[in-house]
């Protein structure tokens, strides 16, 4: 060692950093063979001249990326009334939680001896969800909603094949998402549409019509995508009940009613719930969502393999199920969806959970009830989380369109409602607040677009005017998006 380096500046960083408190680094170990690198390589896979990379400094490149985030929309900058998304705040401590070297650090390999606390919080998770759902059995396999559906209808395939039932349908009603169909599809179902009644809920008399001896699964979403609670729900569980199929909740409206009604309790069998929307994971262009499913007792069989078991001796993963349809997804499931919607449910508790829903319901009725004098509601007074707004009337009378609205709100820092979704009405506009936003956000949302709606047609198809980016071709940037930072690099 140098004899005049002070003490402090010869210790090794990573000596300094493996100390008690700070978490070891372990350098993995290296078996290249001590020859130089020209000796190892077949001379013609050896350049002539070294990279011709960039150089640039730290502080450039820390100012390249921290601007770059600033034109970031998020939950974090902006408000966010995403409808069917629910963009919640994502709670900051739930970021701390789940970033916790026990839990971050973990390796899918990991013997199970090692893993208990991981999989005491998935056993948790699932009993949590059980409860909820007021249904018996959890899998926290599937990694989104979308492929909460898929593996649903999947348990519910091989649940009519032990029965020895070919049941080949699935309806679903004309308002729900368009992952409904597409999970039907790829489960082997066909997909038939229910229709809705002019106020958007299920038409009896449609879906009486459609049941029979092939109907295997009804899915519905409830509340529905209009924001709308089907009253009639127990009633139409019955009737497909009485033809011998289930009724399937599209579980992404669970922040309705959270500690409120529970979808066993009114004849649901089986059911999703997106942690990312309803437990307030990061979703969109933050993180991975989670996609667990809830069923009755006599779907337990079939779950996805592994399930979460609890032994006298410890928690264990559970493969010898004989009748389940088998892995849906690699190891745990999305553990980091799941521990921050495990730290958001022990956060509130039981009753936080009834209030995260009834301050949901009263933010969406308060700004539904200041901006029904702007545009039509689609659907009447009254609300659950969310709601539809049509700009139908505007776009005959000015030209104005929905989209042009929602391209407009950009200009006043508000990410777009979700638009023209749900598909049965005409220019929609669907508004989900979420429960965390003041009165004075959701006045200065209604000001805002009260004003915007009274603008010129012409300003209002040429918005935004404050974006990077006004108009992209949307179409062209799905289909060939041009993924280079310049073009010719
Ligand atoms: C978000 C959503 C889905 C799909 O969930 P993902 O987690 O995005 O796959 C399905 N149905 C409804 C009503 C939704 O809002």
């Not at 190892?40 to 100012?63: H, K, M, Q, W």
Request: proline fraction near 8%.
């Amino acid at each position: 060692m140098n004899p005049a380096m002070p003490d402090c500046l010869a210790t090794p960083l990573l000596f300094e950093l493996s100390r008690p408190g700070c978490r070891a680094v372990r350098l993995p170990k290296c078996d290249v063979p001590e020859k130089p690198l020209g000796e190892l390589l077949p001379a013609g896979a050896i350049a002539a001249d070294p990279p011709l990379l960039t150089e640039l400094s730290e502080p450039e490149v820390v100012r390249h990326f921290v601007n770059l985030s600033t034109r970031n929309m998020s939950v974090d900058a902006n408000f966010y009334p995403l409808g069917s998304c629910t963009m919640k705040y994502n709670p900051k401590r739930n970021e701390r939680l789940a970033s916790l070297p026990g839990l971050l650090d973990l390796h899918p390999y990991q013997p199970e001896a090692s893993l208990q606390g991981m999989l005491a919080v998935l056993h948790r998770c699932q009993h949590m969800l059980a409860e909820i759902a007021g249904l018996a059995a959890v899998s926290l396999q599937p990694a989104a909603g979308a492929h909460g559906e898929l593996t649903s209808l999947l348990v519910a395939a091989a649940y009519f094949r032990d029965l020895g039932q070919g049941r080949s349908v699935v309806l679903i009603p004309d308002s729900a998402h368009g992952t409904n169909p597409a999970s039907a599809a790829m489960a082997g179902f066909r997909a038939a549409t229910v229709k809705s009644t002019a106020d958007g809920l299920v038409d009896l008399s449609d879906l009486a019509a459609k049941l029979d001896d092939q109907t295997g699964v009804f899915m519905i979403t409830n509340p529905n995508t209009l924001g709308r609670f089907e009253p009639r729900i127990a009633e139409i569980a019955r009737r497909v009940h009485e033809v011998g199929g289930l009724v399937y909740l599209d579980g992404a409206n669970m922040n309705a009613i959270l500690g409120i009604s529970r979808p066993g309790d009114f004849g649901i069998d089986l059911m999703h719930f997106n942690p990312h929307k309803t437990f307030s994971g990061p979703h969109g262009g933050g993180g991975p969502g989670a996609g667990p499913i809830a069923v009755r007792e006599r779907l337990a069989p079939y779950l996805p393999v592994p399930m979460v078991v609890k032994d006298p001796g410890g928690y264990r993963l559970d493969y010898a199920r004989p009748k389940s349809i088998g892995r849906v997804r690699s190891f745990l499931g999305n553990v980091g969806v799941l521990v921050r919607m495990y730290c958001y449910i022990r956060t509130h508790g039981p009753a936080g959970l009834r209030r995260i829903a009834e301050d949901a319901v009263l933010n969406a009725n308060y700004l539904l009830a200041r901006l029904k004098h702007v545009l039509p509601a689609a659907d009447g007074d009254r609300c659950m989380h969310e709601f539809v707004l049509s700009a139908a009337d505007l776009k005959a009378q000015r030209g104005v369109s929905a989209l042009d609205l929602a391209k407009r709100l950009l200009d006043f820092g508000y990410h777009a409602p979700t638009i023209y979704f749900p598909l049965i009405v005409r220019e929609a506009l669907m508004i989900e607040p979420t429960e965390t936003e003041s009165k004075a956000t959701l006045d200065a949302f209604a000001d805002t677009l009260a004003r915007i709606a009274q603008e010129d047609a012409a300003w209002l198809r040429d918005a935004p005017h404050s974006t990077p980016i006004s108009r992209p071709d949307e179409v062209a940037a799905a289909r060939k998006p041009v993924l280079r930072w310049r073009e010719g690099s």
